[in-house]
Every structure is written in C-alpha cells, then in structure tokens.
C-alpha cells in the first residue's frame, strides 16, 4: 500500500476526486488535510467516510509541525495538493489569507516533503525515489486573452487578481523546488471547473440557487467575459493521468475545449430549468395587482451588477500537451455535463 496526502479534499474538486481515485486504486491510501474553512464541508465526501483506505485530518497546510507529523506518522509517499483560497472575489476584498494559505501553505508543504523524501538536493532516500509532488494550479496565472489566442504552458504568466498571483507564486515555488532540490513535481492548470459539491458562492451554484429561489441572478459587467468550462470529473481524470504518467518537471494545462460568455451559461442554465421545473409566477396583468398564475421563464431574472474589479475577459486553454503526451481527453462536453449538474443542485436545493 502507498500513503499519499491529498491536500484540501473537503473542497469542490478534492471532494470529486477522492471517490474518483479510491474506486479506481485500491493500493492507495489517501490521507485528507483539510483546515474546513468556509469552503470545506465533510458532507462533500461521506461516501468515503467508511473507507478504511481514507483518512481525515482536520488542520492548517501552513502549520509545519502538523505537516511533519502527517509525513512521519503515515509515511507519506505523495502529495496532490488542492487546498487553497479559492474565489477570485475573496481575494479582492481580503488578500492576506491568499497569499498565507496558496504561498506560504504550499511552500510548507513542499519543503516537509523535500525534507521527508530526499537526503540532500537530486538525492532521494533508499524506497521514496517514486515520490512525486502534484500541485493544482489555474489558467488564471497566464492573466487574459484577447479574442483568438489560447493559453499553451509557454505562456508567460501575467496575473491580475491577488488569487491568481498567489497561485502563479506558488506555481513558482514548487519550479524551484524542482530546480534547485531536484524534488520530483508537476504542475497543472486548469480552467474553470463546473459540476457536483461546488461552492454555493460560484458562479454556476448562484444561478441555479437564484433562479429556484425566484431571486435576481446577478451576472456581473455585460456578461460577455469568457472562460473555459470543463467538467470536475474530466479535471480528476486528467489529475490522475499527470500524477502517475505525466512527465517530472513538466507543466500540464487541462481544459474543455468550451468557451461560453458568462450570459451563455445563464442563458443555457435557465432554459434547462424552464423545461425541468417551470416558474411560475404571478403577473400584474391590470395595473400592479396581480391577477394570474401563468409561467414565466427563469431569464427574466438576470440582473447584470457592477463588474469586479479588474474582471479578467477571456481565458481559453490549449490542452494539446496532455492529449498528445498523455491521450486525455474530456469525456463530458458542456451540453452533457451542465445537464448532470443542474440535476444535482437540484436535489441539493429542492431536498
Ligand atoms: N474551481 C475551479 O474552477 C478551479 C480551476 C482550476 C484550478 N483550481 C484549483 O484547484 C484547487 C481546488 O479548488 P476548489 O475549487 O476545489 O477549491 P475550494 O475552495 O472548493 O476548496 C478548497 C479546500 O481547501 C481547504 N483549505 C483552505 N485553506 C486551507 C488551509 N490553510 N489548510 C488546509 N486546507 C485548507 C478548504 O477547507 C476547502 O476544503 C485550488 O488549488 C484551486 O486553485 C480550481
């Protein structure tokens, strides 16, 4: 058996990919480091919560005294880190715990790890040669598109939000671990990921929650920023390719091949609920008394609210590298994986 940390698993895409890779491999053993703050719920994962091969560990990636006891205890021979602050809004109003958490987390972990694993710099230990540090990381680092570019791994990094600079930061960290330590990384970046366990703070969760709700649904500016949408299982999978296939010291973009405008996924998103579940609403037919039920589409709802500040336009990814070198490919495109979706936050919101 192989212990591996998984960092951050209480999360949206930690809490996709834990049950993902216990039914896939049963030689592993996950252990789960999660600080649970507002982001994390165990209810996300309580289908693993009997599993003898996964372990919860409630705690701080910052705190290196609980890292190194992790490392001993279990004798941890792999690390796919997830935990971070994770929403772009967040970080503009209150910076600070980014940079604490996705830097100063992520360089503790990596050094625990060098340190556990490795004797000197490009010398491992007797039986930990095979051990690999995965860190997830975003398109967002390469900053924004213009209409027609894509994002490629040798794009340079430009970010423009306190998250995607704390990110680009510790993409940075973990090179030079790989340059000047010879611990053994990858890197990947993804693009937006959308489905099941997701935040209700995000995007798709707000317009689905809004719309059930009868409530306004906000989309900010005029709606038209980009970004690429891939299906969090597809993100797993491709996790899962790199961590075991990928080559060391090599970066992997992960992306759907779907772009949508933020109004295409409201657009899409309400006209999936006007055919499953109908609004109906009450319209002042005689001046503002209302007089009869009749149904009215969940698009009537969309309110565009003042953009956030420096709202990156587009991002696009290039997934060439990993569908060459590696044969991933998304199995779920938009139409099919919005549909799953919205069929679970419908249970969710509905009971
Ligand atoms: N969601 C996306 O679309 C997306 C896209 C590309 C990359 N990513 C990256 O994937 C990773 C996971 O994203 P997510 O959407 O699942 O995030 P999330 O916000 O849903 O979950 C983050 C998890 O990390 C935990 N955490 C936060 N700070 C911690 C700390 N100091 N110590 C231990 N645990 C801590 C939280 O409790 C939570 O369970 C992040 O690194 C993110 O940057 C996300």
């Given at each position: 058996?192989?212990?591996?940390?998984?960092?951050?698993?209480?999360?949206?895409?930690?809490?996709?990919f834990v049950?993902y890779f216990l039914?896939k491999y049963?030689?592993?053993?996950?252990?789960?480091?999660?600080?649970?703050?507002?982001?994390?719920?165990?209810?996300?994962?309580?289908?693993?919560?009997?599993?003898?091969?996964?372990?919860?560990?409630?705690?701080?990636?910052?705190?290196?005294?609980?890292?190194?006891?992790?490392?001993?205890?279990?004798?941890?021979?792999?690390?796919?880190?997830?935990?971070?602050?994770?929403?772009?809004?967040?970080?503009?109003?209150?910076?600070?715990?980014?940079?604490?958490?996705?830097?100063?987390?992520?360089?503790?972990?990596?050094?625990?790890?060098?340190?556990?694993?490795?004797?000197?710099?490009?010398?491992?230990?007797?039986?930990?040669?095979?051990?690999?540090?995965?860190?997830?990381?975003?398109?967002?680092?390469?900053?924004?598109?213009?209409?027609?570019?894509?994002?490629?791994?040798?794009?340079?990094?430009?970010?423009?939000?306190?998250?995607?600079?704390?990110?680009?930061?510790?993409?940075?960290?973990?090179?030079?671990?790989?340059?000047?330590?010879?611990?053994?990384?990858?890197?990947?970046?993804?693009?937006?990921?959308?489905?099941?366990?997701?935040?209700?703070?995000?995007?798709?969760?707000?317009?689905?929650?809004?719309?059930?709700?009868?409530?306004?649904?906000?989309?900010?500016?005029?709606?038209?920023?980009?970004?690429?949408?891939?299906?969090?299982?597809?993100?797993?999978?491709?996790?899962?390719?790199?961590?075991?296939?990928?080559?060391?010291?090599?970066?992997?973009?992960?992306?759907?091949?779907?772009?949508?405008?933020?109004?295409?996924?409201?657009?899409?998103?309400?006209?999936?609920?006007?055919?499953?579940?109908?609004?109906?609403?009450?319209?002042?037919?005689?001046?503002?008394?209302?007089?009869?039920?009749?149904?009215?589409?969940?698009?009537?709802?969309?309110?565009?609210?003042?953009?956030?500040?420096?709202?990156?336009?587009?991002?696009?990814?290039?997934?060439?590298?990993?569908?060459?070198?590696?044969?991933?490919?998304?199995?779920?495109?938009?139409?099919?994986?919005?549909?799953?979706?919205?069929?679970?936050?419908?249970?969710?919101?509905?009971?």
């Amino acid at each position: 058996m192989t212990n591996i940390l998984v960092t951050g698993c209480a999360g949206f895409i930690g809490s996709n990919f834990v049950p993902y890779f216990l039914d896939k491999y049963e030689n592993y053993n996950i252990v789960n480091l999660d600080l649970l703050t507002y982001a994390g719920d165990l209810k996300n994962l309580t289908e693993c919560e009997e599993n003898p091969r996964y372990k919860f560990i409630k705690g701080d990636i910052c705190n290196r005294e609980l890292v190194e006891f992790i490392f001993k205890e279990y004798d941890i021979q792999g690390v796919i880190h997830f935990a971070a602050e994770s929403h772009v809004d967040n970080s503009i109003k209150n910076p600070a715990v980014f940079i604490q958490t996705n830097v100063n987390g992520t360089f503790t972990l990596l050094d625990v790890a060098y340190k556990y694993w490795m004797d000197k710099p490009f010398s491992y230990k007797k039986d930990y040669d095979r051990c690999r540090f995965h860190h997830i990381s975003t398109d967002e680092v390469y900053g924004t598109l213009n209409e027609a570019d894509l994002f490629t791994e040798e794009t340079p990094y430009a970010p423009n939000s306190p998250y995607s600079a704390s990110k680009a930061s510790s993409d940075m960290i973990v090179r030079s671990y790989q340059e000047t330590y010879g611990v053994n990384t990858v890197i990947t970046n993804c693009s937006n990921n959308y489905g099941p366990k997701q935040h209700d703070e995000k995007l798709i969760p707000t317009i689905i929650r809004k719309a059930l709700a009868g409530e306004q649904i906000p989309i900010y500016g005029d709606g038209k920023n980009i970004r690429d949408w891939l299906y969090v299982l597809d993100h797993c999978k491709g996790i899962d390719l790199v961590y075991h296939t990928g080559k060391e010291a090599n970066v992997y973009n992960i992306g759907g091949r779907n772009e949508r405008t933020n109004l295409q996924i409201v657009d899409t998103i309400c006209s999936i609920l006007d055919e499953k579940v109908p609004r109906k609403s009450y319209l002042p037919l005689n001046g503002d008394i209302p007089v009869a039920k009749a149904e009215v589409g969940y698009k009537e709802l969309i309110t565009f609210v003042e953009d956030r500040a420096g709202h990156d336009r587009r991002y696009a990814i290039d997934a060439t590298k990993i569908e060459n070198e590696l044969g991933w490919k998304a199995d779920e495109d938009f139409e099919s994986g919005i549909v799953k979706t919205i069929e679970w936050y419908l249970r969710k919101y509905n009971g």
